[in-house]
């Protein structure tokens, strides 16, 4: 569980636009799939999960898919504003402990 | 609810100093972590806690210790502080499904 890897590191997109970022774990044990979004100088806040039995789900403008077979999961926001500004890490989850993502600055460009 | 509280927020410390990192949470969380934050680097696992009196290692545990004697505290020390050190720290708490982060503690060792 302890080799997750985030692509990309950085993202800019114009307002409006879609941002999409993606992940890949090693552990096939893993069952839960968290996304956080951490704004300068705060702790990371969680965003949007998905479970191993679940392959896709959506909140407003978010979404996050799951492919178990090629071990990846992405997260997708659309119609993006510049309060989507942030640096996002996925993680997984496996027994009592989460590995992070490296992250991702996303930018929305006004 | 105050959720996970983290203090200082921010230190200074000379090399060989020590210090102990508070995190105390009122939520009630079984499991607690703390994390170091790099840049690029992601969020690594220092110590973690499935309970009272438990605690065990996590990825990056050298140059740490911890203890946790009740459900709500969960101090992280520093016994000889080193350059290597200097990181972000965040402690979190894991209950109904999610991740709490505290807001950090940025530590500084020259």
């Not at chain 1, 993606?22 to 949007?48: M, R, V």
């Not at chain 2, 992601?42 to 499935?50: E, W």
């Not at chain 2, 520093?78 to 807001?103: H, R």
């Amino acid at each position: 569980g302890e080799n997750v890897e985030q692509h990309p590191s950085t993202l800019s997109v114009q307002e409006g636009d879609s941002a999409v970022i993606k992940c890949t774990y090693s552990d096939s044990a893993s069952n839960y799939f968290p996304w956080y979004k951490q704004e300068l100088g705060k702790g990371p806040q969680l965003i949007i999960d998905i479970r191993s039995n679940v392959g896709e789900k959506k909140d407003q403008r978010i979404a996050v898919t799951l492919n178990k077979t090629a071990k990846h999961f992405s997260l997708h926001i659309t119609e993006t504003q510049p309060e989507d500004s942030a640096v996002y890490f996925c993680a997984e989850n496996t027994g009592n402990q989460f590995y992070f993502g490296t992250g991702t600055s996303l930018t929305v460009i006004p | 609810n105050a959720g996970v509280t983290q203090t200082p927020k921010f230190r200074i410390l000379k090399i060989g100093q020590s210090m102990t990192l508070q995190c105390t949470q009122d939520m009630n969380h079984n499991y607690m972590y703390w994390y170091r934050q790099d840049p690029g680097m992601g969020l690594k696992l220092i110590y973690y806690s499935v309970g009272a009196g438990i605690t065990d290692k996590g990825e990056v545990p050298n140059g740490y210790n911890v203890s946790r004697s009740t459900t709500e505290d969960f101090p992280l020390r520093l016994e000889l502080a080193a350059p290597s050190q200097t990181s972000v720290y965040f402690c979190a708490g894991w209950g109904a499904g999610e991740l709490f982060f505290g807001e950090g503690s940025r530590l500084t060792v020259l």
